[in-house]
């Protein structure tokens, strides 16, 4: 069975701190996707990053950073110079690539409050 | 290129009812996913249709339905509706150019509220 976990269930820093959101996963598959993906009050999710399983380069964006480590099956977020704007709730999320297996596993969420 | 379109965004029932939800995939995408949000449950996967045939499933009760259209829009059916399908219902879709999985993208949601 396939599962995520985000165990920082809240973060609240002030504006133009660095913050590192936590992703760790469990999955058999040898190949597979991760994701995460940013919630807004307005409820809907906004796409960020997608990463296969067999590249383990980290990512860099703008402000955002991911590591992906499959040693550790963890697979962290980091903004740096926060914003207030950057204030939602962020899923990490887990997919096969299995043919027809177009399934994603989401994490509980981290709700993320950038303070003025 | 116009993203996921859900209607309508807004829903109240009642106890006992049913309810159609709609999605309309970006252009060109072929694979359309349903998923609830509770805020005790996440978010959880309903079902996925490809090419008008439903190709996985979570794990809902069969009051929890859907289908796809030839032109790749989809709807979802919740019958004999129960306080606790009172959610964000949240459709995604993907290209899956070669019916793998691949990216999906969400719409805004549906939010149902049962009385």
């Known amino acids: 069975a396939q599962k995520v976990t985000q165990a920082q269930t809240e973060i609240s820093v002030v504006e133009k701190e660095d913050v590192t959101l936590d992703c760790v996963y469990e999955t058999r598959d040898t190949t597979y996707y991760l994701f995460w993906y940013k919630q807004p009050p307005s409820g809907e999710l906004v796409f960020l990053i997608r990463r296969n399983s067999f590249d383990e380069q980290n990512e860099i964006s703008g402000r955002y950073s991911w590591n992906f480590q499959k040693s550790t099956s963890s697979f962290n977020f980091t903004i740096t110079a926060s914003q207030v704007v950057d204030s939602a709730v962020y899923f990490c999320?887990?997919?096969?690539?299995?043919?027809?297996?177009?399934?994603?596993?989401f994490g509980q969420g981290t709700r993320l409050t950038i303070n003025p | 290129k116009a993203g996921v379109t859900q209607t309508p965004r807004y829903l109240i029932k009642t106890r006992g009812q049913q309810v159609t939800l709609s999605c309309s995939p970006i252009?060109?995408?072929?694979?359309v996913s349903w998923y609830q949000q509770t805020p005790g449950q996440g978010l959880q996967f309903l079902f996925e249709y490809f090419s008008e045939t439903q190709r996985n499933k979570g794990n809902f009760p069969g009051r929890f339905s859907g289908r796809q259209f030839s032109n790749s829009r989809s709807e979802m059916n919740v019958s004999t509706l129960e306080l606790g399908d009172s959610a964000l219902y949240l459709c995604?879709?993907?290209?899956?150019?070669?019916?793998?999985?691949?990216?999906?993208?969400f719409g805004p949601g549906t939010r149902l509220t049962v009385l």
């Open positions: 252009s060109g995408h072929r694979s």
């Open positions: 995604a879709s993907s290209p899956s150019r070669t019916g793998g999985p691949d990216t999906q993208y």
């Open positions: 999320a887990l997919s096969g690539v299995i043919q027809g297996a177009q399934k994603l596993v």
